[in-house]
């Protein structure tokens, strides 16, 4: 059974830094995806970086381009988002997820290529 744990989340002051991480635990596949997405009070959920593990191919969404990087250590089987420059509106709580195996490419950040989700952890930037 796979399971994802977030963890990392917390408080920040605008500008500050997070490093998110998520433990894959029961995924013996090759070849998923991994995804950061988020979800603010009120709003839906939004995808924010991914990575396919057959080549580390990433993609981000154009609000976090060039401040979020995601990233993996195959070893301990984690993902995870490095955030910097944080903003208020990057507060919200985010979630891992991952994606059936032997995928040559990601879907474009949308939750319906992902099949497995955590149970998200939360983040808050004060201006």
């Known amino acids: 059974q796979v399971q994802l744990v977030e963890s990392g989340g917390g408080s920040v002051q605008a500008g500050g830094s997070l490093r998110l991480s998520c433990i894959v635990t029961g995924y013996t596949s090759f070849g998923y995806c991994m995804a950061w997405f988020r979800q603010a009070p009120g709003k839906g959920r939004e995808g924010v970086a991914q990575i396919l593990t057959k080549d580390d191919t990433t993609d981000y969404a154009d609000s976090v381009k060039g401040r979020f990087t995601i990233s993996r250590d195959n070893v301990k089987n984690t993902v995870f988002l490095q955030m910097n420059s944080l903003k208020p509106e990057d507060a919200a709580t985010y979630y891992c997820?991952?994606?059936?195996?032997?995928?040559?490419?990601?879907?474009?950040?949308?939750?319906?290529?992902?099949?497995?989700w955590g149970r998200g952890t939360q983040v808050s930037v004060s201006s």
């Open positions: 997820a991952a994606s059936r195996p032997w995928l040559d490419t990601c879907v474009p950040l949308l939750e319906e290529g992902y099949n497995y």
